[in-house]
Nanobody, 121 residues
């Protein structure tokens, strides 16, 4: 299992930016596809973005395309989510996920504890 710790959440005004980080423990990070998910109050957890093991392939939810960018630094065992042009509807707890392949069910992977992002209007 990969241990994941998210950071970088906070309170920001609409139109602002935040960068989330997810630090992974262990030597298996480079062999894991990574993803970001979010869960707003009263809603189900939803996919935000994913990146392949090498970083060569990425995927985004339609709601964040053009505003969010996922990246990874395998030397630092860290995955990032750069969030720009934030909207109040982006408010949620953001979770990092690690799994073997991007196509795998994220429920079969590892999760971090989450970091709160709040966007004020």
């Amino acid at each position: 299992q990969v241990q994941l710790v998210e950071s970088g959440g906070g309170l920001v005004q609409a139109g602002g930016s935040l960068r989330l980080s997810c630090a992974a423990s262990g030597r298996t990070f480079r062999s894991r596809a990574m993803g970001w998910f979010r869960q707003a109050p009263g809603k189900e957890r939803e996919f935000v973005a994913a990146i392949s093991e090498s970083g060569g392939s990425t995927s985004y939810a339609d709601s964040v395309k053009g505003r969010f960018t996922i990246s990874r630094d395998n030397a630092k065992n860290t995955v990032y989510l750069q969030m720009n042009s934030l909207k109040p509807e982006d408010t949620a707890v953001y979770y990092c996920n690690a799994r073997l392949r991007m196509s795998d069910n994220p429920a079969m992977g590892s999760w971090g504890q989450g970091t709160q992002v709040t966007v004020s209007s």
